[in-house]
T-cell receptor, first 112, second 115 residues
Framework: ETGVTQTPRHLVMGMTNKKSLKCEQH?????MYWYKQSAKKPLELMFV???????ENNSVPSRFSPECPNSSHLFLHLHTLQPEDSALYLC???????????FGSGTRLTVV | GQQLNQSPQSMFIQEGEDVSMNCTSS?????WLWYKQDPGEGPVLLIA?????ELTSNGRLTAQFGITRKDSFLNISASIPSDVGIYFC???????????????FGTGTKLQVIP
């Protein structure tokens, strides 16, 4: 248990489905991140939220829609995904002065 | 943009052997971080380095912040089966970006230990 909790751990969805990934941290961190991890590719930063305001969107397709209602919770809403979106989606949090990020265990997403 | 080249990409070693991996950057970083990712889990921070030339240990792990500030090294001594996983370097430039951290990750070194 790292302090960053992601649910669900595994998700299989059809291309026409709508689903959401959830991330929760109670570390008192102010920044939260979504990363995508595909096989044989570097970690790809998707979104950054700082004090619940979006500060970065790395040209992510609109079929991924993030939501950050407060500094402790982060969601990633998914709709009409493609098979190539299958990956491990990692949430992380950080605070200024802390060492790097604290990651969650990830959600393994499979789009069929 | 900044890129981190991590090598080797993968390695198979015998239990008990020492392991070395490195990371090089096209840009200077103020902080170097090393993470380990176990299968099916998220990366976990192993070692953080803050000063050029710094050498820091965490058990059997030793990492160094290169003098040029463009590279870093991780060594694992006397490997054991639970060392299996993917090791990521990460670099962080100066400045907090207003309260959040911009970290660039390497491509990872996949380590497999043969008992």
């Amino acid at each position: 248990e790292t302090g960053v909790t992601q649910t669900p751990r595994h998700l299989v969805m059809g291309m026409t489905n709508k689903k959401s990934l959830k991330c929760e941290q109670h570390l008192g961190h102010n920044a939260m991140y979504w990363y995508k991890q595909s096989a044989k590719k570097p970690l790809e930063l998707m979104f950054v939220y700082n004090f619940k305001e979006q500060t970065e969107n790395n040209s992510v397709p609109s079929r991924f829609s993030p939501e950050c209602p407060n500094s402790s919770h982060l969601f990633l809403h998914l709709h009409t995904l493609q098979p190539e979106d299958s990956a491990l989606y990692l949430c992380a949090s950080s605070t200024q002065g802390a060492r790097g990020y604290t990651f969650g265990s990830g959600t393994r997403l499979t789009v069929v | 943009g900044q890129q981190l080249n991590q090598s080797p990409q993968s390695m198979f070693i015998q239990e008990g052997e020492d392991v070395s991996m490195n990371c090089t950057s096209s840009s200077i970083f103020n902080t170097w971080l090393w993470y380990k990712q176990d299968p099916g889990e998220g990366p976990v921070l192993l070692i953080a380095l803050y000063k050029a030339g710094e050498l820091t240990s965490n058990g059997r792990l030793t990492a160094q912040f290169g003098i040029t500030r463009k590279d870093s090294f991780l060594n694992i001594s006397a490997s054991i089966p639970s060392d299996v996983g993917i090791y990521f370097c990460a670099g962080q430039p100066a400045g907090g970006g207003g309260g959040y951290q911009k970290v660039t990750f390497g491509t990872g070194t996949k380590l497999q230990v043969i008992p």
